[in-house]
């Protein structure tokens, strides 16, 4: 993990690369890898670069808490927490305030996918592990909670994936790393469905003129078909597997 | 762990059907245009034991912010700053599906995106706060008391909360020979320097329309809605897209334009609540 706890006096050298070598509008390499848990009814592990997430799908089944349960749907349930050891100090495993609005968050960027109406009264569960945090982990929980409602033979209307966008040295950057985050400018993580043409998840954590703004959607969006389209060979991949 | 909501009031499908085929004519239940926010009171000081208090009634939301200022320490990492903690309520009094209890994901969202809203564009000027650097500071408590619930308490309680600084005062203090600090509660003479001011501007998207500040029905039968933090030279400050819908990309720019122009009505609004409420006091 990058050991760099202060500032960088410049976040993009004269060659217009960043710290890691990236160009601004370039991702981490991303590996996604589904059916890799055997309880569960689904599963992805999904990688950027060296933020490393692990999520689970249990359902549609009996919900875990019997007042939540709705007449005209299932209850998508969603827990995003992170890992003791996924961060550079430890992390005390307690959820904390910011773990459970990302729960929230992510929850909402895949209620408008998941075909919950065919499922009355049941539960859906989606359990995400942030194993190591480089940044984006919430937008890489959603493109591995994406991955594992469809390994888990949910109905969706389409797959989502998530990348945020940052601000440094008031350049927009793609799929910004820990250092970019923390001493960066702006951090604005984007989720979408590209075969539905829908966001499902938009924030903003920073400063960003209304154009940079507009801009910088359209870059996330650009690599969110990308990375959907990773989901979905991945999915092919593992369907070919069992055939054999 | 965050699940659907299961709570919700049901608004009946004729009066859904009603809402959405005024939005049509360019309506909407309340006399309101498309782009226009409810009306605004905001009295401030209404807490005399608070440093800076605001009620805001925003249509028949009603927001009630507190600040308290107490001694304390600075983070290791920002020696040099003073530190800055918001927490909300939506206390059951304020709507029949509200719970008692510790702070619930959606009051921990409200804080959350208040919170930032404030220390990304550096509303506050933090260093002021700073006694000692690394040893002492003030902590600034802003509680947010979400009273009654109309829909859209985003925008309520931002207002509530700039209101509420703008008239926050720091207490007087004296620090002993051995360090001790020795704080006059009674003596509030320092006014809380702040850099600049921000609103939360909410719409929620409803069938093909965007609407600014929804009230609660509007809220129900939206499909998703969108908090855009601004500063007064129109930079977005903070986004929080929210509720099981989504956007499609001309959506969201008409959003983000629609928001940009209503938070101008904001900065105004709020000018002239705090003037007005000036020639009161």
């Given at each position: 993990?990058s050991?760099v706890?202060?500032?960088?006096?410049?976040?993009?050298?004269?060659?217009?690369?960043?710290?890691?070598?990236?160009?601004?509008?370039?991702?981490?390499?991303?590996?996604?890898?589904?059916?890799?848990?055997?309880?569960?009814?689904?599963?992805?592990l999904?990688?950027?670069?060296?933020?490393k997430?692990?999520?689970?799908v249990?359902g549609?089944?009996?919900p875990?808490?019997?007042?939540a349960i709705?007449p005209?749907?299932?209850s998508?349930f969603?827990r995003y927490?992170?890992?003791?050891?996924?961060?550079e100090?430890?992390?005390?495993?307690?959820?904390?305030?910011?773990?459970?609005?990302?729960s929230?968050?992510?929850?909402?960027?895949?209620?408008?996918?998941?075909?919950?109406e065919?499922?009355?009264?049941?539960?859906?569960?989606v359990?995400?592990?942030?194993l190591?945090?480089?940044?984006?982990?919430?937008?890489?929980?959603?493109?591995?909670?994406?991955?594992?409602?469809?390994d888990a033979?949910?109905p969706?209307?389409?797959?989502?994936?998530?990348?945020?966008?940052?601000?440094?040295?008031?350049v927009?950057?793609?799929?910004?790393?820990?250092v970019e985050?923390?001493?960066?400018?702006a951090?604005?993580p984007?989720a979408?469905a590209?075969?539905?043409?829908l966001?499902?998840?938009?924030?903003?954590?920073?400063?960003?003129?209304?154009?940079?703004?507009?801009?910088?959607i359209?870059?996330?969006?650009?690599a969110?078909?990308?990375?959907?389209?990773?989901?979905?060979?991945?999915?092919?991949?593992?369907?070919?597997v069992?055939?054999? | 762990m965050?699940?659907?909501?299961y709570r919700?009031?049901v608004v009946?499908?004729v009066?859904?059907?009603?809402?959405?085929?005024m939005?049509?004519?360019?309506?909407?239940?309340?006399?309101r245009d498309?782009?226009?926010?409810r009306?605004?009171?905001?009295?401030?000081?209404?807490i005399?034991?608070?440093?800076?208090s605001a009620?805001v009634?925003?249509?028949?939301?009603?927001?009630?912010?507190?600040?308290k200022?107490?001694?304390?320490?600075?983070f290791?990492?920002?020696p040099d700053?003073?530190?800055l903690q918001?927490n909300?309520?939506l206390?059951?009094?304020?709507?029949?599906v509200?719970?008692?209890?510790p702070?619930?994901?959606?009051?921990?969202?409200?804080?959350?995106?208040?919170?930032?809203?404030?220390?990304?564009?550096?509303?506050?000027?933090?260093?002021?706060l700073?006694?000692?650097?690394?040893?002492?500071?003030?902590?600034?408590?802003?509680d947010v008391?979400v009273?009654?619930?109309?829909?859209?308490y985003f925008?309520?309680?931002?207002?509530?909360?700039?209101?509420?600084?703008?008239?926050?005062?720091?207490?007087e203090?004296?620090?002993?020979?051995?360090?001790?600090?020795?704080?006059?509660?009674?003596?509030?003479?320092?006014?809380?320097k702040?850099?600049?001011r921000?609103?939360?501007?909410?719409t929620?998207k409803?069938?093909d329309?965007?609407v600014?500040?929804?009230?609660l029905?509007?809220?129900?039968?939206?499909?998703?809605?969108?908090?855009?933090?601004?500063?007064?030279?129109?930079?977005?400050v903070?986004?929080q897209?929210?509720?099981?819908?989504?956007?499609?990309?001309?959506?969201?720019?008409?959003a983000?334009?629609v928001?940009?122009?209503?938070?101008?009505?904001?900065f105004?609004?709020?000018?002239q609540?705090?003037q007005?409420?000036?020639?009161?006091?």
């Amino acid at each position: 993990m990058s050991r760099v706890k202060q500032r960088p006096e410049r976040f993009i050298d004269e060659t217009g690369r960043r710290l890691d070598g990236r160009l601004p509008d370039e991702m981490r390499p991303v590996d996604i890898k589904v059916g890799v848990l055997s309880n569960a009814d689904g599963s992805a592990l999904v990688s950027y670069g060296k933020t490393k997430v692990i999520a689970a799908v249990y359902g549609p089944r009996e919900p875990p808490q019997r007042f939540a349960i709705l007449p005209d749907r299932a209850s998508l349930f969603v827990r995003y927490h992170m890992a003791p050891f996924s961060t550079e100090e430890r992390k005390s495993p307690a959820p904390t305030r910011r773990e459970i609005e990302l729960s929230k968050v992510v929850r909402e960027a895949l209620e408008p996918v998941v075909l919950s109406e065919l499922f009355p009264r049941t539960a859906i569960e989606v359990y995400v592990e942030v194993l190591q945090s480089d940044g984006g982990t919430r937008t890489a929980s959603v493109t591995a909670a994406s991955a594992a409602l469809a390994d888990a033979g949910i109905p969706m209307k389409g797959l989502v994936a998530g990348v945020a966008v940052g601000k440094v040295d008031g350049v927009l950057v793609l799929d910004i790393n820990e250092v970019e985050d923390n001493f960066g400018d702006a951090d604005m993580p984007v989720a979408a469905a590209p075969d539905l043409g829908l966001i499902t998840l938009f924030q903003l954590n920073g400063v960003m003129t209304i154009d940079e703004m507009q801009r910088g959607i359209d870059m996330a969006l650009k690599a969110i078909s990308y990375i959907v389209e990773k989901e979905k060979e991945a999915l092919k991949g593992s369907i070919e597997v069992e055939a054999e | 762990m965050s699940y659907t909501p299961y709570r919700l009031p049901v608004v009946s499908r004729v009066k859904s059907e009603s809402l959405i085929s005024m939005l049509k004519r360019g309506l909407r239940s309340d006399q309101r245009d498309l782009v226009s926010p409810r009306n605004i009171t905001i009295e401030v000081g209404v807490i005399e034991k608070a440093n800076g208090s605001a009620l805001v009634k925003l249509g028949k939301t009603q927001v009630l912010v507190g600040i308290k200022i107490e001694p304390g320490k600075p983070f290791p990492d920002t020696p040099d700053e003073g530190v800055l903690q918001v927490n909300s309520e939506l206390v059951p009094m304020a709507s029949p599906v509200f719970e008692p209890g510790p702070p619930d994901e959606n009051a921990i969202e409200l804080a959350r995106v208040i919170d930032r809203s404030l220390r990304d564009p550096k509303a506050i000027d933090l260093k002021s706060l700073v006694m000692r650097p690394g040893e002492k500071a003030w902590v600034l408590w802003v509680d947010v008391y979400v009273l009654d619930y109309d829909g859209n308490y985003f925008d309520a309680s931002m207002l509530g909360v700039m209101a509420a600084l703008m008239n926050t005062k720091l207490p007087e203090y004296e620090e002993t020979e051995s360090g001790e600090l020795i704080v006059h509660r009674d003596k509030l003479t320092t006014p809380l320097k702040l850099n600049k001011r921000v609103v939360l501007v909410t719409t929620a998207k409803i069938g093909d329309y965007i609407v600014v500040d929804p009230n609660l029905d509007e809220e129900l039968i939206a499909d998703a809605r969108l908090t855009l933090a601004f500063d007064e030279e129109g930079n977005i400050v903070g986004a929080q897209k929210s509720s099981i819908g989504g956007y499609t990309r001309s959506e969201l720019s008409r959003a983000i334009e629609v928001s940009r122009k209503a938070s101008q009505i904001y900065f105004k609004l709020l000018d002239q609540a705090l003037q007005l409420g000036k020639q009161a006091g």
